[in-house]
C-alpha cells in the first residue's frame, strides 16, 4: 500500500470489525464505505437505510451470500 492510501484509511477510522469484515483493496472501496457510513450517521427512511446496508455487504470477501438471501426473499415473496 502507499501512504496517501493508508491516510484514507486512517481517516475513515475503522473498527477492527470492519478492518476484518471488509475486503478494501482500492480507495474506491474505502470511499464506499466512507461514504455509507456517512449516510448511517442520518435520518433515513427504510429503503435507503437497507441499499446503505446492501451496498457494505459488497465490501465483503463472500458477498454473494447477501444476493442469495435477497433474491430468496424475493422468490417467496411473489410465489405465495
Not at 63 to 75: D, G, P, T
Amino acid at each position: 500500500m502507499y501512504l496517501p492510501f493508508l491516510k484514507i484509511m486512517e481517516k475513515i477510522k475503522l473498527s477492527s470489525l470492519e478492518k476484518k469484515k471488509y475486503v478494501l483493496p482500492t480507495e474506491r472501496d474505502i470511499e464506499i464505505l466512507r461514504k455509507c457510513k456517512q449516510l448511517e450517521k442520518l435520518e433515513l427512511d427504510k429503503s435507503d437505510r437497507f441499499l446503505v446496508k446492501f451496498i457494505k455487504t459488497q465490501l465483503e470477501a463472500d458477498w454473494r451470500k447477501y444476493l442469495l438471501e435477497e433474491l430468496n426473499k424475493l422468490i417467496k415473496k411473489y410465489e405465495e
